[in-house]
């Protein structure tokens, strides 16, 4: 239990009437990539507000990072990196701009941020863009760059919110190239995606529906449980038989 970096137990949120999420109980060990899946409204962003400090549980317990969500939200901030769902990054600074900026926002000194820029340039093949807008980036290199700066201040876990939704095969890819990196650098990846063939590169998976996390297991084991080809015909399995 000590070696998980998130766990969770019979977490809910309502909203008035409306249960968002329904007594979610999982854990997610250090430096594994995590799988959030479910369809749009299943509550999957609820959750992970509430992981990150930013929504308050109605009911229910979880620790990330081994800090208690209603009590310690400060102290997660600063161990965490996030990247939402809409692009985070500021379209009318430079790629040097942002990174400059939001290494101040985690804290960073003028020498780590110089450090750190000089990196993070070089490993994305940015050197020659530092200068430019980000609004003038194409939309695979702005994701890969807001990514990059999520984890700038190396944290131990990382939420990421949908972050490849309408970018090209091809580009999800090398963005899943950098999750692996930085998950084999010990980082944890929380991760949620509608793609069900990204759900194949995940370490473990869960599927929320209605709120509830109607299945857990690794890829290969949810396949064989539910006797399906593809990560997308189980999910189709679940989906329908939630009446």
Known sequence: MNNNAIVTKDLTKRFGDFTATNAITFEVGQGE???FLGANGAGKTTAMRMLCGLLKPS????KVAGYDIYTQTE???KRIGYMSQKFSLYEDLTVKENIRFYGGIYGLSNRQIKEKTRQLLARLQLEKEAGHLVSSLPLGWKQKLSFSI???HDPSIV??????????PITRRQFWDLIYESAD???????????MDEAEYCNRISIMVDGKIKALD??????KQYNAGSMNDVFLQLARAKS
Do not use: M, N, R
């Open 159 to 168: 939420f990421l919110d949908e972050p490849t939704g309408g970018v090209d």
């Open 75 to 77: 102290q997660i901030k």
């Open 59 to 62: 009911s229910g317990e979880a």
């Open 150 to 152: 999520a984890v700038l």
């Open 185 to 195: 650098k010990g980082v944890t990846i929380f991760v949620t995606t509608h793609y």
């Open 218 to 223: 690794t890829p290969s084991g949810l396949k």
């Open 33 to 35: 990539i995590f799988g």
